[in-house]
């Protein structure tokens, strides 16, 4: 069936430096991915969606690419910041939007 | 513009006590309804989703129930909490089937603790 995977639970930076959450997913259709973002007690985002294979997309400084060779959509980001800490799932839509499990950004002073 | 509003806002209820949590969407006629349930720090797992008055379909078993008594009203309940219950309940809305657009609105979010 299909599914989203989400190999970091996990990732704790210095602010400023780039960071990459990876994504992967597997589905029989044509996909259509999506980043969310949820900060700590709030309701999640859309922040990034895509369905166009090889096309960066962009948003609030965070980018991704859609590369369905590999099966992926890794999100982004050349210099975070410590407003960027939160949740971020990834999501692939099928007759439900199936969410990863969500990688914890934690970025540091 | 659309708002969601979802309540309450946080509840602390004993195992085997009933549970309603409430959703209302204003701005839109006729949106596709969805309730998940995180726990926390966790994915979001799709429970119900509901695309016109007075049909639910339930996603996942897990001793909750779902209506839509209205267009813009969205209902979560059970007659028996169990402390696996525990956990953030979303209400989302979209103005397209969710899978295909991913365009989901969140509401607040209502925090369930069962002790």
């Known amino acids: 069936g299909d599914s989203v995977t989400q190999t970091e639970g996990l990732v704790t930076l210095t602010k400023g430096l780039p960071v990459m959450l990876n994504c992967t997913y597997q589905?029989?259709?044509?996909?259509?991915l999506f980043w969310y973002v949820q900060h700590l007690n709030e309701a999640p985002k859309l922040l990034l969606k895509?369905?166009?294979?090889?096309k960066r997309t962009e948003h609030q400084g965070f980018y991704a690419t859609l590369h369905k060779s590999s099966s992926s959509f890794h999100l982004q980001k050349s210099s975070v910041q410590l407003s960027d800490s939160a949740l971020y799932f990834c999501a692939l839509g099928s007759w439900q939007l199936i969410f990863g499990s969500g990688t914890q950004l934690t970025v540091m002073p | 513009a659309q708002t969601i509003h979802q309540w309450p806002v946080a509840e602390i209820k004993a195992v085997g006590s009933p549970l309603s949590l409430g959703c209302t969407i204003k701005?839109?006629?006729?949106?596709?309804l969805y309730w998940y349930w995180q726990a926390t720090g966790g994915t979001l797992q799709q429970l119900f989703y509901?695309?016109?008055?007075?049909?639910v379909e339930s996603v996942v078993q897990l001793n909750l129930s779902a209506s839509r008594p209205k267009d813009d009203q969205f209902i979560l309940s059970t007659e028996k909490l169990l402390l696996s219950h525990s956990g953030f309940y979303l209400c989302?809305?979209?103005?397209?089937?969710?899978?295909?657009?991913?365009?989901?609105?969140f509401g607040e979010g209502s925090k369930l603790t069962v002790l």
């Open positions: 701005g839109k006629s006729s949106p596709n």
């Open positions: 895509s369905s166009t294979d090889n």
């Open positions: 509901s695309i016109t008055v007075g049909q």
């Open positions: 989302a809305w979209s103005p397209d089937w969710g899978g295909n657009t991913g365009q989901l609105y």
């Open positions: 589905t029989t259709y044509s996909p259509f």
